[in-house]
């Protein structure tokens, strides 16, 4: 099975930018779809992206469309979520999350730790 690691959250400022990383070990990266989600506080856990297998598939929620990057690369097995124009409402424990690309997080079989991405005003 997947063994998610989780980098890349910390706190900037409002309008800044932060990318997270989610590396993937074990023996079916190659053929797992990932997601990613998040929780604010008081709040319950949303989605956010997901990114097919080999790339091709790629959702968004609505919220951080245009403003978010999902990607993967796959010599390096590693999912990316680039997150551009962080506003406070983006204030969350984010997650990355394996084996679907669904908007539901029930689908998800394996999950990471999670890491505190905090945007201040």
């Known amino acids: 099975q997947p063994r998610l690691a989780e980098s890349g959250g910390g706190l900037v400022q409002a309008g800044g930018s932060l990318r997270r990383s989610c590396a993937v070990s074990?023996?079916?990266?190659?053929?797992?779809?990932m997601g990613w989600f998040r929780r604010a506080p008081g709040k319950d856990r949303e989605f956010v992206a997901s990114?097919?297998?080999?790339?091709?598939?790629?959702d968004y929620a609505d919220s951080v469309k245009g403003r978010f990057i999902v990607s993967r690369d796959n010599a390096k097995t590693t999912v990316y979520l680039q997150m551009n124009s962080l506003a406070t409402e983006d204030t969350a424990v984010y997650y990355c999350?394996?084996?679907?690309?669904?908007?539901?997080?029930?689908?998800?079989?394996?999950w990471g730790q999670g890491t505190q991405v905090t945007v201040s005003s």
């Open positions: 990114i097919g297998w080999s790339g091709g598939t790629i």
């Open positions: 074990g023996p079916t990266y190659g053929d797992v779809a």
């Open positions: 999350a394996a084996d679907s690309v669904s908007r539901s997080e029930y689908e998800y079989a394996y």
